[in-house]
């Protein structure tokens, strides 16, 4: 029984020696793979970077008119007249704080869209590349096989 199993594991040994395996497409897949990766945390720290500059500046903007409206007035209508003058200008601020913010998002998908379909094009020629070479591998493996039985 022992040399049953032995015979087995040599014959699957054999087998797979006839049949080698060439890592490389796996490494050129995981450095293609870091790559797009390494992009897309790219364009999405440069949208974080610019939303945090216009909310910054929306938050500066804001709390100076805020101060203006808390400045003490001579005459009643004039308080009246400050908390009116801030929330148009809150409106008008908020309208191009969100319109800054919609040019992000649609730089921000526009560069993902561009970087998903270069990386399905460098995909698809690494797989092009990587089954090609298999092909021909087990190719070769499959002549030499026969030979290598015929021997025995």
């Known amino acids: 029984m022992a040399k049953a199993a032995n015979d087995y594991t040599k014959m699957m040994k054999d087998m797979m020696g006839a049949y080698p395996v060439d890592m490389t497409a796996m490494q050129d897949a995981f450095k293609t793979s870091a790559t797009f990766g390494e992009k897309l945390a790219k364009v999405a720290l440069e949208a974080a970077d610019k939303s945090t500059e216009i909310s910054t500046k929306f938050t500066k903007d804001t709390l100076a008119k ?3 409206t808390a400045k ?14 801030f929330t148009s200008a809150q409106v008008e601020a908020s309208a191009e704080t969100m319109a800054a913010f919609a040019e992000i998002a649609k730089k921000v998908q526009m560069e993902t869209v561009e970087l998903m379909l270069a990386a399905g094009k460098d995909a698809s020629e690494d797989a092009t590349a990587a089954m090609k070479k298999a092909t021909s591998d087990v190719t070769a493996a499959a002549k030499k096989a026969p030979a290598a039985t015929n021997s025995k």
């Open 66 to 68: 805020v101060g203006d």
């Open 72 to 85: 003490a007035k001579s005459e009643p209508a004039d308080y009246s007249k400050a908390v009116t003058d």
